[in-house]
């Protein structure tokens, strides 16, 4: 969950997987959206020692225009449905892939 002064921002869970991690539930409130809160914990996620060298994959809705965010930190579409797009980033030990974010 993440809150700011006892109010909810959104929510976010990083699962481990049997080959890196899978990101879900990245929910951000309406009344908090548009103000970087995305990408600041987005960059912090990928930072993570425990991420560094793995795989995180991640779905997202066609259409949705979170697509473009998760491009920008490297994320590319390995497979698609009707409903999603199925995405996924090997994170350097570095974390280089966070292109100037």
């Known amino acids: ?6 109010s909810f921002v959104g929510s976010v869970a990083l ?3 049997l080959d890196g991690y899978l990101l879900e539930h990245f929910y951000i409130h309406p009344n908090y959206q548009g103000k ?4 600041h914990l987005l960059k912090n996620l990928l930072e ?4 560094k060298g ?3 994959t991640l779905n997202v809705l066609q259409g949705s225009s979170a697509k473009r965010l998760y491009e920008r930190f490297g994320f590319k579409v390995e497979s698609e449905d009707l ?5 996924s980033l090997n994170v350097a030990g570095n974390n ?6």
Do not use: F, H, W
Not at 1 to 6: A, C, F, P, T, Y
Not at 83 to 87: G, I, S
């Open 83 to 87: 409903v999603d797009l199925y995405m």
């Open 48 to 51: 993570q020692n425990d991420v």
């Open 15 to 17: 699962k481990p997987t």
């Open 36 to 39: 970087g809160i995305r990408s």
């Open 54 to 56: 793995k795989r995180v």
């Open 1 to 6: 969950m993440i809150e700011n002064d006892s």
């Open 96 to 101: 280089r892939n966070a292109e100037g974010v």
